[in-house]
C-alpha cells in the first residue's frame, strides 16, 4: 500500500499566489465589465496577501503579517473610491461596460 | 492592567518633523467639516483656505530645511520616515504645486459654477500622500502613501459629475492605477521574501552583508522588476503610459495640472529614493532597465505628442518625455555604487522643481483658453489668434513653453542641461544623446502650439463665429493670473540666476540613513 502524504510547504502558497495573481492580472486585461476588473484587482491584493503572510511565517517575522491588515485596510479604500465612481456613471447612462467608454481616444 | 498600558512604548515621534503632514491634515479635516457645516461661503473662499494651509506647510518645510541644514538629514517615527534635503525639495514642489493649483481651481469652479469645499480637501490629502511617498523610508509606508495620493487623484479626475469624459477619465485612472498597486504590491512582498525587512536602509544592509543565495536572488529581483512596473505604470514611462493621454484629456483641467505635477513628482521622487537607498548593490542589475525605459519614454513621448490635435493630450505626451529626462538622471545615477548618487540626484530634484512650476503654469493657461465644456472639444483651435485678443497671456504660455522646450535663459534650460551633465558625466553618452535628440523633437511641438497663437490668421470664414465668443471670454481673473504670474517668475528667475536653486543642493546627495 503506497501511504501518499503531502505536507504543503511554503513553496506551495507562494506558489498559488502566484497563479491567484495571474488569474486576477488576466481578468483586468480581458474582461470589459468594470465591478469585475475591480474584483480581479482585489484578487490580485489577496494573492499579494498570502504571499505575505506565507514569507513571514517562513522568516519568522510578524512584521509581514501585520502588513496584511495594511493592504486590507487600502483594498477596502479603493472599492469604496471605485463604487463611487462607477455610481456616478451609472446616474448618466444605463449600462457600463468598458467598451462604452470610449469618448477618450486620439 | 495598567502596568501592560505603561509598558508599552511607541516609537519616538520628532512632532515638529512631521508637522507640514499634521498642517495639511488638520486643513483637509476642518475644510471639510466647517465647508460641510456652514452655508455656502462667499466665492473664492475655499479656495483661500486651502492656499493658506499648503502655506503653512510651506513655512514648516522652510523651518525644517534650516534644521536639516544645521544637524544633517536623519529618519523619524522609528525608521519609517526620512528627514533630508532630497525629500524637502520634493516636498516643497508638492506643497506648492497644491498652492498655485488651488489659486486656478478656484476660478474655473466659479466659472463652471459648482465652487464646493471636497475639491481643495482631496488636494490636500493628495498632497499628504505625496509627502510621505517622497519621505518614505519603507516600503509599506510608500505603498499606503502611494495609495492616499492615488485615491484621491481617481476622485480628482472624476470630480466633475456634469461631464461624462472626465468620470470615464476617473474610472480610466482608477482601474489601471489599482492595477499597478497592485503589481508594486507583490514586488514589496517578494522583496520582504528575499531580504526579511521592507526599511529601505535595511535591505541595502543585508543586501550589502552577505552575497545572498541564488534562490533569494531570483525573488529579489522578480520582486524589483514588479515594483519598477508598478512605478512605471504611476510615472507614465512607455509601455505603461497608455493611461496618460486619456485621462489628461478627461479630467477638469486644473487636475489635470495637479495629476501632472504633484502626482508624477511624488512617484518619480519615490522610485528615485527606493532604487538609490534600498538597491545601490543591484545597479548592475536595474540600471539597463531604466536605460531601456528612459529612452522609450523619451522617444514615444516626443514623437507621439507632434501628431496629436488635442492641446491636454500633446502637454500630456509632453508630460510623458518629461519623466524620461528624470529617468536619465537616475540612469546617471545607477552608474555610481555606493548611496552617495552624486550629480544625477541633484539634477533629478531640480528637474522636479522647477517641472513643477512649469507644468502648472501651463495648464493655468490651458484652463483659461481652452473650455472643457465647450462642443469642439480642446483642440488646438482654441489658441488660434490668441496673440492679438490676449498678448500678454500669449507671451507667458510662450515663456512656459520656451522653457519646456529647454531654451536656454529659461528654468528649462537649467533642468535639462542638469540631467544631460549628469549623465555626460558618468558616461553613458548615448542615452545623453537621445534625451538631446528628443528635445528637439518635443520642441517642435511647442512651437505647434507657438504658432497658432502668434502667426494663425482668425479671420477664416468658420472661425469667425468661435473666435467672437472666445475672445469675449477669455477674461484673466485675480486668482489665476496670480498663479500664473509666480510660474512665469519662478521660470525667468531661476532660467536667468540659476545659482539660486543650484545653491541650495549641496547636501541633496546626504540621504537620510540613520
Known amino acids: 500500500m503506497i501511504s501518499l502524504t503531502l505536507v504543503p510547504t511554503a513553496t506551495w502558497y507562494l506558489v498559488l499566489a502566484a497563479v491567484l495573481f495571474g488569474i486576477g492580472t488576466f481578468g483586468v486585461l480581458v474582461r470589459r465589465n468594470p465591478l469585475v476588473m475591480f474584483m480581479c484587482i482585489e484578487l490580485m491584493l489577496n494573492a499579494v496577501n498570502l504571499s505575505f503572510v506565507t514569507l513571514a511565517r517562513q522568516l519568522k517575522d510578524v512584521n509581514g503579517q501585520t502588513i496584511v491588515f495594511f493592504v486590507m485596510v487600502v483594498a477596502a479604500a479603493e472599492v469604496v473610491v471605485g463604487l463611487g465612481i462607477v455610481v456616478a456613471i451609472m446616474r448618466n447612462r444605463s449600462s457600463v461596460t468598458a467598451d462604452d467608454l470610449a469618448e477618450l481616444k486620439g | ?514
Not at chain 2, 487636475?255 to 529614493?273: D, E, N, P, Q, Y
Not at chain 2, 522647477?354 to 502648472?360: E, H, I, P, Q, S
Not at chain 2, 528628443?438 to 511641438?445: D, E, L, R, S
Not at chain 2, 489665476?480 to 539660486?500: D, E, K, N, Y
Open chain 2, 1 to 514: 492592567m495598567n502596568s501592560d498600558l505603561t509598558t508599552f512604548a511607541g516609537p519616538a515621534i520628532d512632532w515638529f518633523a512631521v508637522s507640514p503632514l499634521i498642517a495639511l491634515l488638520a486643513g483637509a479635516l476642518l475644510l471639510l467639516l466647517v465647508g460641510s457645516l456652514t452655508p455656502q461661503w462667499p466665492r473664492g473662499w475655499y479656495g483661500i483656505a486651502s492656499v493658506i494651509t499648503a502655506s503653512v506647510a510651506i513655512v514648516f518645510l522652510i523651518l525644517l530645511w534650516r534644521d536639516v541644514t544645521n544637524s544633517g538629514p536623519k529618519l523619524l517615527v522609528g525608521g519609517a520616515l526620512a528627514l533630508d534635503h532630497f525629500a524637502l525639495l520634493a516636498s516643497i514642489a508638492i506643497c506648492s504645486s497644491v498652492l498655485l493649483v488651488s489659486l486656478v481651481t478656484s476660478d474655473y469652479l466659479a466659472r463652471e459654477n459648482s465652487d464646493l469645499p471636497e475639491i481643495y480637501s482631496l488636494y490636500l490629502t493628495t498632497a499628504i500622500g505625496g509627502l510621505v511617498m517622497v519621505a518614505a523610508n519603507d516600503l509599506v509606508v510608500l505603498f499606503l502613501g502611494l495609495e492616499t495620493l492615488s485615491l484621491s487623484l481617481y476622485l480628482l479626475a472624476a470630480s466633475n459629475r456634469k461631464r461624462t469624459e472626465s468620470q470615464e477619465a476617473g474610472l480610466k485612472y482608477f482601474i489601471l492605477g489599482g492595477f499597478a498597486s497592485a503589481f508594486f504590491l507583490y514586488g514589496v512582498a517578494l522583496t520582504y521574501g528575499a531580504t526579511g525587512s521592507t526599511r529601505l536602509v535595511d535591505i541595502n544592509v543585508v543586501l550589502n552583508a552577505y552575497i545572498s543565495v541564488p534562490r533569494n536572488d531570483t525573488l529579489l529581483l522578480v520582486g524589483i522588476g514588479l515594483m519598477l512596473v508598478g512605478f512605471a505604470f504611476k510615472v507614465s514611462l512607455v509601455p505603461f503610459h497608455a493611461w496618460t493621454p486619456d485621462v489628461y484629456q478627461g479630467a477638469p483641467t486644473p487636475v489635470t495640472a495637479f495629476i501632472a505635477s504633484s502626482g508624477k513628482i511624488a512617484a518619480l521622487v519615490a522610485l528615485v529614493r527606493v532604487f538609490i537607498t534600498a538597491f545601490p548593490s543591484r545597479a548592475d542589475d536595474w540600471g539597463p532597465v531604466v536605460f531601456v525605459l528612459s529612452a522609450l519614454t523619451l522617444v514615444v513621448g516626443s514623437v507621439v505628442a507632434i501628431v496629436q490635435v488635442d492641446v491636454k493630450r500633446m502637454l500630456a505626451y509632453s508630460s510623458v518625455s518629461h519623466a524620461g529626462f528624470i529617468l536619465v538622471g537616475l540612469e546617471a545615477a545607477s552608474h555610481r555604487s555606493s548611496a552617495d548618487a552624486g550629480d544625477g540626484l541633484i539634477a533629478i530634484a531640480v528637474y522636479v522643481v522647477l517641472y513643477a512650476a512649469l507644468v502648472v503654469g501651463t495648464f493655468s493657461i490651458v484652463t483659461l483658453v481652452v473650455r472643457d465644456s465647450s462642443d469642439d472639444g480642446t483642440t488646438l483651435d482654441a489658441f488660434k489668434g490668441l496673440a492679438k485678443r490676449r498678448p500678454q497671456l500669449a507671451l507667458a504660455m510662450t515663456v512656459l513653453l520656451l522653457a519646456q522646450a529647454g531654451v536656454p535663459m529659461t528654468s528649462g534650460f537649467v533642468a535639462k542641461f542638469a540631467v544631460i551633465q549628469a549623465a555626460v558625466a558618468v558616461g553613458s553618452y548615448k542615452l545623453a544623446v537621445i534625451a538631446m535628440i528628443c528635445a528637439v523633437i518635443a520642441a517642435f511641438v511647442y512651437l505647434r502650439i507657438m504658432v497658432s497663437m502668434w502667426i494663425s490668421d482668425t479671420t477664416t470664414s468658420d472661425s469667425t463665429i468661435s473666435d467672437a465668443t472666445t475672445s469675449e471670454t477669455v477674461e484673466v481673473p485675480v486668482f489665476t493670473g496670480a498663479a500664473i504670474t509666480i510660474a512665469v517668475a519662478i521660470t525667468l528667475v531661476i532660467g536667468f540666476f540659476p545659482s539660486l536653486l543650484l545653491d541650495l543642493t549641496t547636501n541633496l546627495t546626504q540621504l537620510a540613513s540613520k
